[in-house]
């Protein structure tokens, strides 16, 4: 339940590379086809971003954009709270070099790894840093290079990815119907090796080993991921209106991950919204993991699909396993 004030989004930014991987590009790279990726995932082309940057690099080209577009210096920013699952290195965290790229001399941060559910995660806890009063100003960042821990020999992976960054700045208001209303998030460990980067880590340190069986690349059970996502995105995009006695006909706008259309699609049904209310970038986008939430809801304020107290409901799905939903009412 909130505390004092509530935590409304005040402003939000995005940054994606200019450069294009299309799927016409990627048929020359492995054995697929446009028909196949479109058909199965809705994507038609992805980001890149090019070597020698990492995610802290789009990071902070959409922290600057947030501090641009409110009107504010780096130095008003309490906390930074960075998710994402290709940090630039194990450590420091990324939030510190966003930290240090903006200027933000009081800021502190850390990083928040939850796959394609980070930048849900960190939302609600840099949500709750200012419903608590503790901070004022939360930068909360979803940024992924995936394009740096993706094998493009490996068809099933290589055409779901892309590079991608978004963010929103958090701040407390009175309302107590404005901001993040509430949020219903599960994780299931048992999912874990459906979806995982085995090298790298503490258990499989990166060894001439390791890059040979290609452990620091995405490893995943398409089907697995696919048979988990589509009811439990599904499931918790429906119960969190449920909790709130809310129907498909409250919801303004529905932002959720973008990992596969049809997972969208049956989640989108379960609600009883039409496409209409729906966030799809996926097609020119494909799946930015920690990105694909926060970039959705700031196309969403350009294109103006976006009032003063409407409602949305974003939803994720993803490795760990992690899944959740979080239901906010629009207060800029
Ligand atoms: N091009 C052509 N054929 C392919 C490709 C490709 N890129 N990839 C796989 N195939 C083949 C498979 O090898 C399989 O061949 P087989 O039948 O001879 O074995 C065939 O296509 C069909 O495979 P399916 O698994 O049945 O295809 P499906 O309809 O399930 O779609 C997909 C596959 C797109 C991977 C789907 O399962 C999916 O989206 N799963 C979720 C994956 C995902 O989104 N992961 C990330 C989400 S979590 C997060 O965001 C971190």
């Given amino acids: 339940m909130p505390g004092r004030w509530n935590a409304a989004v005040t402003a939000v930014a995005k940054y994606l590379p200019e450069r294009r991987l299309t799927n016409a590009d990627l048929e020359k790279m492995v054995d697929t086809s446009d028909e196949w990726i479109r058909t199965r995932t809705g994507i038609r082309e992805r980001r890149i971003l090019e070597k020698g940057l990492g995610s802290s690099h789009m990071a902070i080209q959409a922290a600057r954009q947030i501090l641009d577009h409110r009107g504010i210096g780096p130095d008003e920013i309490d906390l930074i709270?960075?998710?994402?699952?290709?940090?630039?290195?194990?450590?420091?965290?990324?939030?510190?070099?966003?930290?240090?790229?903006?200027?933000?001399?009081?800021?502190?941060?850390?990083?928040?790894?939850?796959?394609?559910?980070?930048?849900?995660?960190?939302?609600?806890?840099?949500a709750k840093f200012v419903e608590t009063g503790a901070h004022r100003k939360v930068l909360v960042i979803g940024a992924d290079k995936m394009s740096s821990i993706i094998d493009y020999t490996d068809r099933e992976t290589c055409v779901l990815f892309g590079d991608g960054a978004g963010a929103v700045l958090l701040e407390p208001v009175e309302d107590p119907e404005t901001g993040l209303l509430d949020f219903l998030f599960q994780v299931d460990g048992a999912g874990g090796k459906s979806l995982y980067m085995p090298g790298g880590g503490?258990?499989?340190?990166?060894?001439?080993?390791?890059?040979?069986?290609?452990?620091?690349?995405?490893?995943?059970?398409?089907?697995?991921?696919?048979?988990?996502?589509?009811?439990?995105?599904?499931?918790?995009?429906?119960?969190?209106?449920?909790?709130?006695?809310?129907?498909?006909?409250?919801?303004?706008?529905?932002?959720?991950?973008?990992?596969?259309?049809?997972?969208?699609?049956?989640?989108?049904?379960?609600?009883?919204?039409?496409?209409?209310?729906?966030?799809?970038?996926?097609?020119?986008?494909?799946?930015?993991?920690?990105?694909?939430?926060?970039?959705?809801?700031?196309?969403?304020?350009?294109?103006?699909?976006?009032?003063?107290?409407?409602?949305?409901?974003?939803?994720?799905a993803g490795a760990g396993f992690t899944w959740g939903s979080a239901l906010l009412r629009w207060g800029i």
Wanted: glycine residues 8%; contains cysteine; charged residues 20%.
């Fill in 202 to 316: 503490s258990l499989n340190p990166s060894t001439h080993e390791t890059v040979d069986q290609k452990m620091h690349f995405v490893h995943q059970d398409g089907r697995a991921v696919f048979k988990f996502a589509v009811p439990s995105m599904a499931d918790v995009s429906a119960e969190i209106l449920r909790q709130n006695n809310l129907t498909g006909e409250d919801v303004a706008l529905f932002i959720p991950h973008q990992a596969n259309l049809r997972i969208i699609d049956a989640a989108a049904r379960r609600m009883g919204i039409g496409d209409d209310k729906v966030v799809v970038n996926i097609d020119r986008y494909g799946n930015t993991t920690c990105g694909t939430i926060p970039i959705g809801l700031t196309e969403a304020v350009e294109e103006g699909r976006l009032k003063k107290g409407d409602l949305l409901v974003l939803a994720s």
């Fill in 81 to 126: 709270i960075v998710s994402t699952v290709t940090p630039d290195m194990m450590f420091p965290a990324t939030a510190c070099l966003v930290q240090d790229g903006i200027g933000a001399k009081r800021a502190w941060g850390f990083d928040l790894s939850a796959a394609c559910c980070g930048f849900l995660y960190a939302l609600v806890v840099g």
